[in-house]
């Protein structure tokens, strides 16, 4: 079975730091790992996904992810943040080999950027 | 333009009764997929479609139903028997592995 967790349910930074969202994942087999955006009200957007080419995913809007097998993780980083950024963002994982990409979801973490 | 198109954007419905949300998408993709999302919950799968005329359920079907007649639809009616109806519904399809979310139905039972 696969699951995802997602650390923090809320995440404040400044305008301009660095931003960090943590992921870890657990699959059986090599998983698909996406991270979507979404604003209130709206549907999910997606800004980046692994599917086992590089290891490092650069995505939309200056963000990028790394995955790590070794700690089973897929944490969402941008070097500085904007005021647009603040919003929720969900991990999702999905079994690729199966063919029917059941994608799970983490439960999210709202990101809140401060002036 | 091409996309995921839900409708409405909000819905009210009374206890007891049925209600059908719709999801409609010109994107040629073969799979599409219904999900709930609570706050703190994340998004559940509900059903989820891989060709016409064929359906799985997800997580949390009960008091759910879906169709697939054409291609580019895929309805959602939430039974009487859904015990907490009011959430935010998200319909999506999927190209390779890709998915690609409509802006989401709000239901709330009043």
């Known amino acids: 079975a696969q699951s995802v967790t997602q650390l923090g349910s809320h995440v404040s930074v400044s305008e301009g730091a660095l931003v960090l969202l943590r992921c870890n994942y657990s699959?059986?087999?090599?998983?698909?790992l996406f991270w979507y955006v979404q604003y209130p009200n709206q549907g999910l957007q997606l800004l980046l996904k692994?599917?086992?080419?590089?290891?490092l995913v650069k995505g939309i809007n200056g963000f990028e992810a790394e995955f790590k097998k070794s700690e089973t993780s897929f944490h969402l980083t941008k070097p500085s943040a904007h005021m647009s950024d603040a919003a929720e963002y969900f991990c999702?994982?999905?079994?690729?080999?199966?063919?029917?990409?059941?994608?799970?979801f983490g439960t999210g973490t709202r990101l809140k950027v401060l002036a | 333009d091409g996309g995921i198109t839900q409708s409405p954007k909000y819905l009210f419905r009374k206890e007891g009764q049925n209600v059908t949300l719709s999801c409609e998408q010109n994107?040629?993709?073969?799979?599409m997929y219904w999900y709930r999302q609570d706050p703190g919950q994340g998004l559940r799968l509900i059903y989820y479609?891989?060709?016409?005329?064929?359906?799985q359920k997800g997580d949390i079907a009960e008091g759910y139903s879906v169709s697939r007649e054409k291609k580019e639809s895929f309805p959602l009616t939430v039974t009487s028997a859904q015990k907490n109806p009011t959430a935010f519904y998200l319909c999506?399809?999927?190209?390779?592995?890709?998915?690609?979310f409509g802006q989401g139905t709000r239901l709330t039972v009043v």
């Open positions: 999702a994982v999905s079994d690729g080999t199966s063919g029917t990409y059941k994608y799970i």
């Open positions: 692994y599917t086992s080419a590089a290891t």
């Open positions: 699959s059986s087999v090599p998983p698909y």
């Open positions: 479609s891989q060709i016409v005329n064929d359906f």
């Open positions: 994107l040629n993709h073969d799979a």
């Open positions: 999506a399809s999927r190209q390779g592995s890709e998915a690609f």
